[in-house]
Each structure stands twice: as C-alpha cells, then as structure tokens.
C-alpha cells in the first residue's frame, strides 16, 4: 500500500510538471515571439507602405498594446471583463471587418463617457488614433504589414519621437500610469528619459535597462535610431 501511494505522489507531481511547463511554454510564445503582430505568425511584409493603407502589425497592434494590454487590463494574465486582446486572433473577435461602426472594438474606444476604452482617467484615444484604427476595420481589417515607411533622415520630435511615443509608449507611460514611474506623454517629459539614458537604453533593448515597450515588439531598427539621433543633437522640441 505505501509502495501505490508513492507512485501516486510520484505520478501526481510527473503530470503536474508537464502542465506547468506545457502552459509556460504556450505563454513564453504569445509574449515573447516577437512577431510583431502580438506573437501570431508575422504575415509577409509588402516592400513599400501605401500611403492609403493602414497596417496591422506597424500601427494597430503597437496602439492596442501601448493602450489596453497593459497589466490590469486586456492582457494575457488579467484579461479584464473576459477581454483578450494580445494577438490579431483575439481582437479580431470584437472586429466586424469592413464595418467599423458594428465593431465592438471601435465603438468602446469612441465613447465620451466613464464606459469608453481605455477608460478614465487614462487617456482616450486621440482622434488621429480613432481614424486609423476606423479606417484599418473598413480597409478589411487585414494582419498586414510593411516595410519602408521609416527614414532615418527624419528625427525630429514633431516629425518622428513624438509620433513613436504617442502610439508606441504613451499608454503605459502617462501621468495616470506611470509604468516605471516614467513619463513619456510631452516633450518635457520624453527629454527627462532621453538626458538620463532610459529612454534610449529601454527601446535599444540594452543590459541593464528594462526592455521596452513591455510585452510588445520591439521598435524597428530606423525608430530606435530616429530617437538615438534626436538625443544626440540635442533632444530639442524641434
């Protein structure tokens, strides 16, 4: 008898083991695949960005990672309300592709009072931000992407930083969430992060700084020099 209790226990931390990693292992690939669409399969990238299309993996999922995936909300371990939304797969359920008006994702996110996503007192959407997730729904609502869109020439703060904080960080780093008690919402602030070394060590992914944005892809190789070369001019409100 003490011999079966022994391989029960035996058995019992065997199976367990085998959840707990097969689990981790399923959770390590939604987070970490650095796909770029929120660790989903990348779809292949077209060479040139069309001025008239809105892209899945360059501009929608950084918007919904920066504004609602944050811990708390519609992330992986949380997923408030039943909500999910880390993956092209998962938003796609509240996206009526082609019709942005039925879609659940748009209209929480257009709302003006207290039921509007994110909700208060985080910051709403910026109507430049609402068009473009409108307008990727009614384009088909496709996990597309491209490349060629960045130029490295460009690197000021109106013409290039500004952009990349407001729809890649500016989420999770506002004065009513202040992730790592940074602030990344106006020039001021993004100059304190850029004159400390945060700002760049976090998105260049360097030792010793936390790699950012959290949780999401990281930027591409022309945004981190985009900001790298606005630092070193100066980091002026240009």
Known sequence: MRNKRVLFKVFIAAITATVFFACRHSLDDVIGGGSGNGGGTTPP?????????????????????????MSGCHDNVTHADGVNLT????????????????SK?????????????????????????????????NQGAKNNSCTGSCDTAIFTYSGAVKNIM??????????????????LSTYNAVKVSALNGKLYGSIAHQPGYSAMPKNATKLSDCEIRQVQKWIDAGSLNN
């Not at 501009?59 to 920066?66: A, Q, T, V």
């Not at 009072?113 to 910051?123: I, L, Q, Y």
């Not at 999770?172 to 790592?180: A, F, M, R, T, V």
Request: charged content about 15%.
């Open 45 to 69: 990238a077209v060479t040139n960005c069309s001025p008239d299309s809105v892209y899945f993996v360059n501009e929608i999922m950084p918007l919904i990672s920066s504004n609602c995936t």
């Open 166 to 183: 407001g729809n890649k960080c500016v989420g999770c780093h506002n004065p009513s969430n202040l992730g790592g008690n940074i602030d």
């Open 105 to 137: 994702l748009y209209k929480v996110i257009i709302k003006t009072n207290g039921d509007r996503m994110p909700p208060p007192p985080m910051p709403a959407f910026t109507t430049e931000q609402k068009a473009k997730i409108q307008k990727w729904i």
């Open 87 to 102: 993956t092209y797969a998962k938003i796609m359920q509240y996206v009526v592709a082609g019709n942005a008006t039925n």
